[in-house]
């Protein structure tokens, strides 16, 4: 059973555009969703987070937004440059389990020029 | 701050040989744990810690050890390597439970 899904493997967005990506997860006790990024042949970086307090968080071209009803949050990126050109991993965890992360299978991001 | 170091970057291996993947970070960090990334899939968790003398189990535990003798460093242990062991392994490490975690560049395994 996987916990945390990210149903869309590729997304294409042109330049300067919006970028929309989007996980659902199934166990109600995540409380805190994490977004990385991924260049080839390196390791994944964080990119933004959001406590299951919050229904959004902001830094500079990243917005997370989470739905807790419907277990799901996006990510947003605007807007989309070459450079954002990764794949995104979605990752949750919950304080009752030392906080251990689980993360979708990712979505692979292409800003074209 | 080199944050978290992995090495090897690559390494080939035959079956049923056993090896010591090296893990440390210099952000003195409680949590540390150790992935696997297959093609197309998401981060497994092999093992974890909380703190120097404590380890667990994560998703995909079989046929791995690790210890954590000190804060820094973090080792994964394969102790007869299989084909099925075959994947990019990464490190990473937190400082508590509600912070990002930053992991190593990686290890390239390949099992022959």
């Known amino acids: 059973d996987q916990q945390v899904k990210q149903n869309s493997p590729s997304l294409s967005v042109q330049e300067g555009r919006i970028s929309i990506l989007n996980c659902d997860y199934t166990?109600?006790?995540?409380?805190?969703f994490l977004w990385y990024k991924k260049y080839p042949a390196e390791g994944p970086t964080f990119l933004i987070s959001i406590s299951s307090i919050k229904d959004k968080n902001e830094d500079g071209r990243f917005t997370v937004f989470l739905n807790k009803s419907a277990k799901h949050l996006s990510l947003h990126i605007v807007p989309s440059q070459p450079g954002d050109s990764a794949v995104y991993f979605c990752a949750a965890s919950t304080n009752t389990n030392a906080g251990k992360s689980t993360f979708g299978d990712g979505t692979t991001l292409t800003v074209k020029p | 701050n080199a944050g978290v170091t992995q090495t090897p970057k690559f390494q080939v291996l035959k079956t049923g040989q056993s090896m010591t993947l090296q893990c440390a970070q210099d952000?003195?960090?409680?949590?540390m744990s150790w992935y696997r990334q297959d093609p197309g899939m998401g981060l497994r968790l092999i093992h974890y810690?909380?703190?120097?003398?404590?380890?667990d189990q994560g998703e995909v535990p079989n046929g791995y050890n690790v210890s954590r003798s000190t804060t820094e460093d973090f080792p994964l242990r394969l102790l007869s390597a299989a084909p099925s062991q075959t994947s990019v392994y990464f490190c990473?490490?937190?400082?508590?439970?509600?912070?990002?975690?930053?992991f190593g560049p990686g290890t390239r395994l390949t099992v022959l």
């Open positions: 810690s909380v703190g120097a003398g404590i380890t």
């Open positions: 952000m003195n960090h409680e949590y």
């Open positions: 166990n109600s006790m995540f409380d805190y």
């Open positions: 990473a490490s937190r400082r508590d439970t509600y912070n990002e975690q930053f």
